[in-house]
Structures are given as structure tokens and as C-alpha cells.
């Protein structure tokens, strides 16, 4: 049987962290819904709820749920990224974090990675040190994830970590959403290149009007998946 984690989703009252909390929930994880206001996370936490089976979804202001997670899921504007990393300080020391922040820019041309010396994976690390961050799920749909509970076999969700350990929980948490492990890509400087190609797919599902995804090819695999 697959481990059960708490999970917190800071930032679950937008469109991706409510995909994942959903999906997770549906997993059988116990997911709390963080944002700053716990009201709107409540209103969050209920929409989840009523497309479950079974079970329910907390809902929390974020340092309350951050308190009562074993994981964390940073799912947040990377406008607001290091105020609210910063906000949650010395509460992320110890845990595993999964930042799925992805630091774009949007003009005329569409949306582009922002030009930056760190990403936002890296950028969670410096400032909180003894947190055990992990780059992973920058790349799913955030409608796909919200579109029912069938996983998204086609796809495969890449994790990048410093902390081995860390990312190999994360990597088996992937189960949820896509049915199979996530991919160890590396050391979670490699975020740098995954936040920006977050980009790239949106623009692909804006042109060609669908929701495309990334599946690696060469690896050996379950025959399952």
C-alpha cells in the first residue's frame, strides 16, 4: 500500500494547488487547503470535498496548516514567493517542501521564463535552510488536474532535490496524479531550466488548443505504467 501523508497546499485556492490537492486527496492523502485567508481556503477545501468519494478537505490560514503537515506544497505567485517563504520561516525547518512555483513573465508574445540568477526552488532553500526543498509538478495542467480523477498515465512528473531522501518521497507522491513515479532528474539546481519550460507547454496548449504534457522516453519502466 502506498505511504499516506499529511499535506498541506499553500497557495490551494488557485487553480494548480487546487488540481493537486484534489488529486491527492482522491489518493487518499489527508490534504489541508492553506492560504492567507482561511475563509477562502474553507470555500477551497469544500469544492474539493464535494467531488470526493469519500473523506473531506481541511482548510487552514498557512501557518496553520503548514503546523499539522508532514509535507508542504508551495503552489503560490511567484510574485509573493519569498514574502510568504520568509512568512513561514522556522515552520518549513525539517519538512519536506515541494515548490512548484514557476517564475513567468506574459507580454504580447505570450508567456516567457523570467531572467533569473536562482529559481524559486532555490531561492526557498537559501531562505529556509534546513527545510528539505524539492522541485516537482511544474509541468501538469492545472484543467487537467481538475478535470476528473483518471490519472494522467501519458505524462511524467520530474523532481529535482538536493535532499535524496526527499526527492525519493516526492518522486513515489507522483503516484497520484499521473499513476506512476515521478523521474529523478537531479540536483534541485536543475529547477532553474524545469520552472522556465513551464512556458513552453502553455504556449503549445494556447496555439494548438490542448493540454499538452511531458513523458520521457528511454527509461526502464513497470510494465504497469
Given amino acids: ?60 490560514d498557512n501557518l496553520s496548516a503548514v503546523r499539522g503537515a508532514g509535507i508542504v506544497l508551495l503552489a503560490v505567485p511567484y510574485a509573493g514567493h519569498d514574502a510568504l517563504v520568509s512568512e513561514l520561516g522556522g515552520e518549513l525547518d ?59 498515465a501519458h505524462e511524467d512528473v520530474m523532481v529535482c532535490g538536493d535532499d535524496r531522501e526527499a526527492a525519493a518521497v516526492v518522486a513515489g507522491l507522483a503516484r497520484a496524479v499521473t499513476g506512476h513515479p515521478g523521474i529523478d532528474v537531479g540536483p534541485l539546481r536543475l529547477a532553474r531550466q524545469l520552472e522556465p519550460l513551464t512556458a513552453v507547454l502553455i504556449s503549445v496548449n494556447r496555439r494548438h488548443k490542448v493540454r499538452s504534457g511531458i513523458r520521457l522516453e528511454g527509461l526502464p519502466r513497470d510494465p504497469a505504467s
Wanted: with cysteine.
Fill in 1 to 60: 500500500m502506498t505511504e499516506q501523508f499529511k499535506i498541506a497546499v499553500v497557495g490551494g485556492t488557485g487553480p494548480q494547488g487546487r488540481g493537486l490537492a484534489y488529486r491527492f486527496a482522491v489518493a487518499g492523502h489527508t490534504v489541508t487547503i492553506g492560504s492567507r485567508s482561511a475563509e477562502r481556503a474553507a470555500e477551497t477545501a469544500e469544492r474539493i470535498a464535494a467531488r470526493l468519494p469519500s473523506g473531506r478537505v481541511d482548510a487552514a
Fill in 94 to 152: 525539517g519538512r519536506i517542501v515541494i515548490s512548484c512555483v514557476n517564475p513567468l513573465g506574459f507580454d504580447e508574445h505570450g508567456p516567457y521564463g523570467l531572467p533569473l540568477e536562482r529559481s524559486a526552488a532555490e531561492e526557498a532553500q537559501l531562505l529556509v535552510p534546513r527545510a528539505r526543498i524539492v522541485g516537482a509538478f511544474h509541468h501538469l495542467a492545472a484543467a487537467s488536474l481538475w478535470a476528473g480523477d483518471a490519472p494522467l
